[in-house]
Structure formats: C-alpha cells, structure tokens
C-alpha cells in the first residue's frame, strides 16, 4: 500500500466527518445570487480547516466592479447580484520551491433544497446511510469541494512535501453563474493549472459546451376572439417560431460534429403571453437557452438564429410591420482544453479503472479559469451529475474517499516532490 492510500485509510472517518459538518451549514443562494446567499459561515468553516492544516486563508470581496469589468472585458459575468456576506476564499500552500502550482477549485454555494416535504430526509443532514452521505450539496459539490481540501491534508499526512503551490479556491455564487470565478480572474489571479472539482462520476473532462440565452418578443393585435380574424394573435406567431427554430435545431444536428460533445441544442424554458381566453393576445414573450460546443462561436449561432427570425417575418405581412425584438441577456463561453496537453495526460494515468475522458454538455466556471485567466484546466470529481439539484442529493463514501486519493496524486505528480 502505498503513502497516500494509507494516510487516507487511517484518516478516513475524520474526511467523512468533514464533508458532513460542511453539509449541515447552509449555504444556498437566493433568488440565483440576485438576491443574497448564506454562504459565509461555509466559507468561515473552511477558512478554519486551512488554517488548521497549516495554510493561509484570505477572504476576498466579489464587487458589482469586478462584475461589470468581466461583462466589458470578456462578455462574461452576472449584474446586479447582493454580495454582502459572500466573499470568495483563497486557500494558500506555500510548496519548496521549484515545482509548478495548482488551484483545486470548487463552489460553496448550492440551489435551495425546494419543497421540503418532498425529502424524505432533512436537506442538511448530512449522515452516512448505507454507503452514501445525504443532503443538499453533497454532490453539487460539497463532496468535490471538501475532498479537495482533504486532499492537501493527505498529502500531508502521509509525509510528503510538494514543490509547487497549492491554491484552494472555495467560490460563492456559482450557482448564479460563475461571478465567484470571474472575480477571482478578472483580479488577475494566475498559476499552472487548475482543476473545477464539479461533479463528472470521476470522469475526466477536457471540455464543455457554452451557453447563450435569447428572449424574443412579438407584437400582435387585441381584440375580443369572438372576431378573432380581425386582430393579430402574438400566440400564434411566437409558435410558429419557435417550430422555425426547431428546424433549425435540426439542421445544427446533421450539419455539427464535435468528437465529445452533442451538436448544438435549443431549449424552450419559458413563455407568457396574453390576457385572457377571449381575447386575442397583443403580445407574447418566450426564452430559450442554446448549447454549443467549443469551434463554434456565439456569431455564428447568431447568425442561424436571425436567419430563422427573418424568414418568418418575410413571410408574414404583421410581421414585416412588427419585428420581433431579440435579446441576448445571458451567456457563457465553450471551453476545451487539447487532450495532448501534460495537464490532462498526467490526470488520465491516475483515473480509476473505467473512467474516461470525456466532456459536458452543460458549463462550469473552467471556462472561466482558462479562457479568461489563461489558466489549463481540468473537470474532475465525485457525484453522478444527475444527482445535482436534485431532491434527496446524495454521494457514495467510496466516491468521496477515491476522489481525494486521486486529488492528492495529482498534486504529487503535477507539483512535485521535495527530493
């Protein structure tokens, strides 16, 4: 048995406690991070556990500032969000020297747990039942968020001293977007690499889709649907969009390849419109939410998309005389770093048997560790991604206790040994 596994196996009972104590703190955001989140007492927890395994934490402000100037500079960001008592916290191990540096990065705050009645246990539990840990977080990612700290304490306790630095990045309001990262970035904060312990079943991830939400807005004409063929039904219009725009779906689908990740997706999240069942509706709204992968871009998605707009509109008089107004209010950047680089070729040859590198269809904030602060980066961690934001969350204790040997064997050989 090597250092690592024993050093992991006679602490084993004080890393589960740690995840459970994590869990039984509140740490949800409100209204998606528009609103405020309770995150600070998470934060204060792990300030605690760094400082007690010898390493320095600093608490950082996430401003409006910083925001804004990551919406300007880079095109990402989230306005408009509350911030009192959510700072970021940077967790700092000081290496020997010689070796290169490493960020385990990971978001303390998680979606409200929802209905209550519909757990069938307390949403901060956080007990052991059956081989698996149970609350809110436990997946979405407390399991990674702890167990990358855990990590450096093994390496610790096992005898062994690193070269390079390590950073622990513990970020709010992920959940809002990413504006914990972002702040972190747009600060100017660098190293060698990094690694976002999201949720991926243990599989490497070397890439994910972006993002970019559209509302569209139709103008139609009010009158009583008793003489409905004298007014203009927005309704109507807007469904004949949105079947334009399901075609279009299917042209990205056999017109895009991607070798990891599905071809470009269209989803139809909300829509309102109209008074009442009598009247013809004067107006109708609805969003969507577009998945791309990385080699597209956001212009190009743009373009397919007021395409489709403008052929409706050529074909309908109203229309012509009444365009329909697009906005784009939210977005997130692709993400994909080369599965030749050292990075993802020194994670690969530590994988557990059966995992593999893969991507995600969905974001995280590696893109906003590499594509903004220049940063390789990995997606690595324990938890089933289908358990995130999901009632009666869960992650297996193995899962948890495999995700810290494979941290701290990736900090051994990516930072290197103290002869």
Not at 86 to 104: A, C, E, M, Q, T
Not at 194 to 209: F, I, K, R, S, Y
Not at 223 to 249: C, D, T, V
Request: proline content about 5%; some cysteine.
């Amino acid at each position: 048995m090597d250092r690592l596994q024993a050093a992991l196996q006679q602490n084993r009972e004080k890393y589960i406690q740690l995840l459970q104590e994590l869990v039984r703190i509140d740490t949800s955001v409100i209204g998606h991070g528009i609103d405020g989140g309770r995150e600070l007492k998470g934060q204060q927890f792990l300030a605690q556990q760094i400082e007690s395994m010898g390493g320095i934490a600093e608490f950082r402000e996430v401003t409006e500032e910083l925001i804004q100037q990551g919406i300007e500079k880079y095109g990402e960001g989230n306005p408009g969000h509350n911030y009192t008592d959510r700072p970021n916290l940077l967790g700092i191990f000081r290496g020997s020297g010689g070796g290169r540096s490493l960020v385990l990065n990971g978001h303390v705050d998680t979606m409200p747990y929802g209905e209550r009645g519909l757990w069938a246990f307390d949403p901060f539990s956080g007990a052991e039942v059956g081989g698996v840990i149970q609350g809110l977080g436990t997946t979405d990612m407390k399991g990674g968020l702890m167990a990358a700290l855990a990590a450096i304490d093994l390496v610790k306790s096992a005898g062994l001293r690193l070269k390079g630095d390590v950073f622990f990045q513990s970020v709010i309001d992920e959940e809002g977007g990413g504006n914990g990262t972002l702040a972190f970035v747009v600060q100017g904060f660098k190293a060698d690499a990094a690694v976002v312990c999201e949720p991926t079943d243990l599989h490497l991830q070397v890439g994910h889709m972006g993002f970019i939400f559209y509302k569209f807005s139709l103008l139609g004409k009010a009158i009583h649907s008793g003489r409905k063929w004298e007014g203009e039904n927005a309704i109507a219009y807007a469904m004949k969009l949105i079947a334009r725009l399901y075609e279009l779906e299917h042209k990205w689908l056999m017109k895009y390849k991607h070798p990891l990740m599905p071809p470009p997706t269209l989803n139809v999240g909300e829509i309102h419109g109209g008074d009442a069942g009598s009247t013809v509706p004067a107006n109708c709204e609805f969003k969507i939410c577009v998945h791309y992968y990385p080699g597209l871009t956001k212009e190009i998605i743009a373009r397919d998309i007021l395409a489709a707009v403008k052929a409706l509109e050529a074909s309908e008089p109203w229309l012509q005389e009444n365009p329909i107004k697009i906005e784009c209010y939210q977005e997130g950047k692709p993400y994909e770093i080369s599965r030749d680089h050292p990075l993802v070729q020194t994670a690969a040859a530590i994988l557990p048997e059966g995992k593999t590198i893969t991507a995600s269809p969905a974001g995280n904030d590696a893109r906003l560790l590499q594509n903004i602060g220049g940063i390789p980066t990995i997606v690595l961690g324990p938890g089933k991604p289908g358990q995130a934001h999901s009632i009666n969350e869960s992650i297996p204790v193995e899962d948890y206790l495999t995700a810290i040997y494979i941290y701290a064997n990736l900090l051994v050989k990516w930072c290197g040994l103290e002869e």
